[in-house]
């Protein structure tokens, strides 16, 4: 088995989330001290988790996508839309995670690389599901800076694009978004 020194481009990666900090919340809404990519990733397991084990979907995959969507930040950081072309942005965390991932076995970095994948082509019902917990935890963590007041800016683009991401005609995820987000957001 292979020392810990091997696996040091994953270990790097995983620690390196804790200090990217998520920079909409700054650039835009002007909080200080805003959360992390590891901590909108932890959020987004735990939130990830339990809805998906509601709605009757592949937690485990869910989960595995959830913890590698945002691992390329760690080395190329958290771009605002925007901020560069997709197509760049793509780019950029292909060539990073197949660094953050070349350190691990090979049967292990093809179920981590096709988990990946399947996230940023987004047609599979679990990589849909991915998408949208993550702009609900947008949208979670939007309310928490309104209640705590920590957001010196309006915080209604981030609920306008968490309806955009979440919205459908009725399921939970929906209603969970409409039960948080100001009229005005909603377009109404």
Known sequence: MSGMKDFQPFFDA???LKTVDR???????????????ADHTYSMCAIGMALSDIMGL???KVLRMIILHDLAESVVGDYMPGE???RKKVEQEKKAMKKILSCIPAKARKIHEKAW???LQNKTEEARFVHRIDKLEMALQADRYRK???AKNSL????ASAHRGVATDSDLLTEILKSLMPAKSRGK
Request: no cysteine; aromatic share 12%.
């Open 14 to 16: 995983v620690l390196g």
């Open 23 to 37: 920079a909409g919340w700054a650039a835009k809404a002007g909080v200080k001290n805003p959360e992390s990519v």
């Open 58 to 60: 592949d937690t485990g």
């Open 84 to 86: 560069i072309t997709a």
């Open 117 to 119: 994948l399947e996230y």
């Open 148 to 150: 705590e007041r920590r």
């Open 156 to 159: 209604d683009q981030f609920f």
